[in-house]
């Protein structure tokens, strides 16, 4: 017979009172019916719930388990769209030739020297003979599709549905304009019909963009295409960091690696930088 554990008067005297009967009675816990936590009183009415923000639904989804109906409807058929999005990439932009893709930040004003710097280099990319390829919103991305179009050459956007800052350019051509949900399939886009990347000052999206295109090569799963950062003042701090820290303390890049960014300041010699890597295969732009 397990007996109880005396803690208390009452639970002795209500042993004794039903000694003999040959078993023993658990009283419950006193506590087994109280809420466990502040959500078990609000569920009991209890304590109202803070309305809930639109980050805290979007969080507390991911800790909701889905039924079969949820999965099959909400899941299965988002893939169709992850399709139709790729799908309409590559039918607008197989046929589009060498391009290069320009990254920087939505939030660059027009008077910024990095979006005069972008609208320059794209210019003379189309002049020599590239199309321009962009994200397609404001700042860098405007002044880059503004370089294109001014020359009339190929500019492209790639834009994306944000509840912020972004909204397309005005210098986009009609035809290669692409809308996207989703930032993994914009990035496809992005990498696989550019011959050439240039990045200017940016946000932690430039940054997505630009280590994306690192990694792709770093790894082979694309060419060595040319990276060429704008603006020694901005991104020298950066691959300082990268080559003290990553390179030299912790050995988690190869020496070589280094090697796939080139940082410049002028216009011109971002250009020149891209001529030059096709100019060692014999290529011009228009191949």
């Known amino acids: 017979m397990t007996k109880l554990r005396k803690t208390s008067k009452t639970k002795l005297h209500d042993e ?3 000694s003999g009967s040959g078993r023993t009675i658990l009283n419950p816990d006193a506590n087994d019916n109280k809420a466990k936590s502040i ?27 889905k039924d079969w109906n949820e999965i099959k409807i909400a899941d299965s058929w988002q893939i169709f769209k992850v399709m139709a999005e790729f799908v309409d990439g590559f039918e607008k932009l197989a046929k589009i030739g060498p391009c290069v893709s320009v990254f920087g930040s939505a939030r660059t004003k027009a008077d910024n020297k990095y979006y005069i710097m972008a609208e320059e280099i794209a210019a003379k990319l189309v002049r020599h003979g ?9 700042g860098i991305m405007e002044a880059g599709n503004k370089g294109a179009h001014s020359e009339g050459g190929k500019s492209v956007g790639l834009n994306i549905h944000l509840p912020f800052e972004q909204f397309n350019n005005i210098y986009i051509d009609s035809d290669k304009l692409i809308n996207f949900d989703y930032f993994f399939v914009r990035k496809v886009m992005f990498v696989k019909y550019a011959q050439g990347f240039v990045v200017l000052p940016g946000g932690f999206g430039t940054l997505d963009e630009l280590f994306e295109a690192i990694t ?3 790894t082979r799963k694309i060419g060595a295409f040319p990276i060429v950062l704008v603006g020694r003042e901005y991104w020298g701090g950066l691959f300082k960091w990268v080559e003290d820290v990553m390179l030299n ?5 190869s020496r070589e690696d280094l090697d796939l960014v080139h940082i410049v300041d002028d216009p011109s010699e971002a250009v020149n930088i891209i001529d030059a890597f096709y100019s060692k295969y014999l290529l011009s732009p228009n191949f």
């Open 16 to 18: 004794s009172l039903n």
């Open 39 to 65: 959500t078990d009183l609000r569920e009991a009415g209890e304590v109202m719930a803070p309305p809930a923000s639109e980050e805290d639904i979007r969080i507390r989804k991911a800790f909701v388990d």
């Open 130 to 138: 590239y199309g321009v390829i962009t994200g397609g919103g404001p």
């Open 216 to 218: 792709l090569i770093q």
């Open 249 to 253: 303390m912790e050995s988690n890049i």
